[in-house]
């Protein structure tokens, strides 16, 4: 499916389920998101980063409604400061299923969606080509870079800098510099200077032109019918959550 | 030993961002695109809905944000948000030089790969900017204000929650870029207060979308902070505000110094390449290590 596709029907799901806050409705759609990562034998990955995500801001969410609060009528439990009531339990829990549905189908997307498909869909989109070259360019740093930093670190330790009179001398905070600079120094030079070197390579072959001739290595199929349910689901984003809450003010 | 250095001779002024390739006096100048009324009037819009989401948000301060019309102020919120980010980053991209464009990923991948390992080491603070503020320091404000929304952007591909904070990150790259030129680098004690004062304008832009989109903050020592606050008998607004202007100004302090620290480790050779430097005198006297 095109990448553009899946983007706007997450957001047609999210932006609905939000709106009409209803748990059945916001569970289903967590159970289905598992399900298709499921599918894809992505279930593990989609509940690992889920979980990662959701687990501190569930806990914030307690404490910020329910452990402490002071204007709920049924107690549950009161022990100096600590306050806790059903209602602040509910506030948490329906701010915690809300999440929960944007997490979850953001998790499956990213599983879904192929990176480079992705990057492929936005170079082909009417949007500036700067767009695709960034998201493609990140993508690739991220791995590049941390494979570096390791092999700075590694290097670093080998010239046995931490076992260093000056090192062994300096107080926490000038140890924690030290040890930032060794590596980070490195990184962010070698880094800046790639970026450097780069650009008047980039800039000798045209780029960014905004031209439309140009040779793509890889073409993501689209279809008439997917082009009507993506126009569709961008609308249905916007219109839906809106119908829903006029329905529920009135 | 280190020595001091006298202060290379003032170039002629140029674009504001990107780099310069005439280091070798081989390829012409790499100019930014020019600002057509297209390109402010949506930079101006862009504006416009982050001003007016925010004071509708503070100024209304809706009751109720888990039932009933709440669900209505979250998505308004994370909207007004995030579209602003967007209309920003439509304005800014195309005027990048080629120079900028290709030092934007290596920012963005150091703030994931620098924040993770800088927060393993020393305070936890959220250090994941470093790279937006670099770019601000080299490129100027656009950049980073374009590095600061990517960043987030691309970020969200790994997790959705930080999508509506997208124009926060932007208004600290173009603060970075704003304190830079004004020469909060030229003197390293200064980086650190104009990262206090980016960090309270930040923090003061993100906490609407923290309270309203996500009824409070996305991490337990800072949620702890906002439980206190609320047991205090202020509103959730409120107490994610003062969370907001206890966390943020500190650790965008830190962010600001470390990046004007790396910013003067990089060689005399490579920072002035970046025209922003040169013009604006971003950087003050260098002392060169002999040894």
Known sequence: MHPFTVL?????????????????????????????????????????????????????????????????????LEAGWLRLTSEGLTVAAQLGLRLAVLVVVGATVAVAVDRHRLVAAIDLAPVPPQAGYLLAATLALVPRLQRRRRAIADAQALRLLDAAPEARRAGPLRRAWRAVRLQAVPLVLSSVQDAAERAPHLAARGFPSTADRRTRLRDVPDSRLQRLVRRAAAVGAVVVPALILIGGAG | ??????????????????????????????????????????????????????????LTQPAGIAEGLGQGVALAAFAGYLAAALLLLAAV?????????????????????????????????????????????????????????????????????????????????????????????????????AGLVAGVIGGLVAAPVAAFVFGGTSGVGTGALVSAFGAMGDSLLSAV?????????????????????????????LTRTFAFVRRYRVLGRRRQAQD
């Not at chain 2, 003062?242 to 050779?269: H, M």
């Open chain 1, 8 to 76: 706007a029907v997450a957001a047609l799901v999210v932006t609905s389920t939000t709106a009409l806050a209803a748990w059945p409705v916001s569970l289903s759609v967590v159970l289905v998101c598992l399900g298709v990562a499921a599918t894809r034998g992505r279930l593990a990955a989609v509940a690992a980063a889920s979980t990662a995500i959701l687990v501190p801001v569930w806990c914030s969410q307690l404490m910020i409604h329910a452990l402490f609060d002071r204007a709920g009528t049924h107690v549950l």
């Open chain 2, 93 to 193: 991209l195309p005027e990048l030089p080629v120079g900028t464009l290709t030092l934007i990923p290596v920012a963005l991948a150091l703030n994931i790969v620098l924040g993770q390992f800088v927060g393993s080491v020393m305070v936890p603070l959220y250090l994941d900017s470093i790279g937006t503020v670099l770019v601000g320091f080299l490129a100027g404000r656009r950049a980073g204000a374009a590095t600061g929304v990517l960043g987030t952007l691309v970020w969200a591909l790994f997790n959705p929650t930080v999508l509506p904070f997208a124009a926060g990150a932007g208004l600290i790259g173009l603060l970075a870029g704003t304190a830079a030129r004004l020469g909060a680098v030229r003197r390293i004690v200064l980086a650190p207060l």
């Open chain 2, 1 to 58: 030993m280190s020595v001091p250095q006298p202060a290379a001779p003032e170039p002629a002024p140029g674009p504001e961002s990107g780099t310069d390739a005439t280091a070798g006096g081989l390829t012409l100048e790499d100019r930014p695109g020019h600002s057509g009324p297209g390109r402010r009037l949506l930079a101006t819009a862009g504006f416009a809905i982050l001003a007016v989401t925010y004071l509708a948000l503070v």
């Open chain 2, 241 to 269: 505000t003062k969370q907001a202007l206890i966390s943020d100004p500190g650790d965008k302090a830190v962010v600001f110094l470390i990046a004007a620290l790396l910013v003067y480790a990089l060689p005399g050779r």
